[in-house]
T-cell receptor, first 112, second 112 residues
Framework: DGGITQSPKYLFRKEGQNVTLSCEQNLNHDAMYWYRQDPGQGLRLIYYSQIVNDFQKGDIAEGYSVSREKKESFPLTVTSAQKNPTAFYLC???????????FGSGTRLTVV | DQQVKQNSPSLSVQEGRISILNCDYT??????FLWYKKYPAEGPTFLIS?????DKNEDGRFTVFLNKSAKHLSLHIVPSQPGDSAVYFC???????????FGSGTKLNVKP
């Protein structure tokens, strides 16, 4: 079955450590996205990538980094520079130039 | 500053009645709007869309209305069913399918 997989579902990390969230899709979608959700707020765009080896910052990119070495994969690294990393992270993909996002089921990151 | 706002965090409706979910936006340049539905522990799934050249779009029990002068859109679900109980997000973009701004969501509870 085609879909988008985020792992792990829950992640705990100590303050000051970098952590990488995985996002893999087998939908042959060109574009991939990372969003963050905080209580009482909408989804906010962190980074997006329209093609392999290229990505753009979203509205809240500070403290995050991404790579897009393969079409299927768009990992997100939450660095120690991110001041409030505890949040729910959603990855999505879509065909190029199409609003049809497919979302993963999310990763809840808790930094203690 | 949130450009897309859903001011009602929750809504409770009796089965068979109409559910009306509201969304306001501040950016008059937004020209494409989406509604997503999210069940617990799952990613959001696309529900219905509308472009700014229309004021209404219908898909089965779901209808989205757009009032550009008021910068307001609404989602009507008729008749509501218990399976519609979920969180609903509205999203908007400016001629760019790669950058959507999301509201904070409204949790709909349809009571049997």
């Amino acid at each position: 079955d085609g879909g988008i997989t985020q792992s792990p579902k829950y992640l705990f990390r100590k303050e000051g450590q970098n952590v990488t969230l995985s996002c893999e899709q087998n939908l042959n979608h060109d574009a991939m996205y990372w969003y963050r959700q905080d209580p009482g707020q909408g989804l906010r765009l962190i980074y997006y990538s329209q093609i392999v080896n290229d990505f753009q910052k979203g509205d809240i990119a500070e403290g995050y980094s991404v790579s897009r070495e393969k079409k299927e994969s768009f990992p997100l690294t939450v660095t120690s520079a991110q001041k409030n990393p505890t949040a729910f992270y959603l990855c999505a993909s879509s065909p190029a130039g199409n609003y049809g996002y497919t979302f993963g089921s999310g990763t809840r990151l808790t930094v203690v | 500053d949130q450009q897309v706002k859903q001011n009602s965090p929750s809504l409770s409706v009796q089965e068979g009645r109409i559910s009306i979910l509201n969304c306001d936006y501040t950016n008059s340049m937004f020209d494409y709007f989406l509604w997503y539905k999210k069940y617990p522990a799952e990613g959001p799934t696309f529900l219905i869309s509308i472009s700014s050249i229309k004021d209404k779009n219908e898909d089965g029990r779901f209808t989205v209305f757009l009032n550009k002068s008021a910068k307001h859109l609404s989602l009507h679900i008729v008749p509501s069913q218990p399976g519609d109980s979920a969180v609903y997000f509205c999203a908007a973009s400016v001629g760019n399918f790669n950058k959507f701004y999301f509201g904070s969501g409204t949790k709909l509870n349809v009571k049997p």
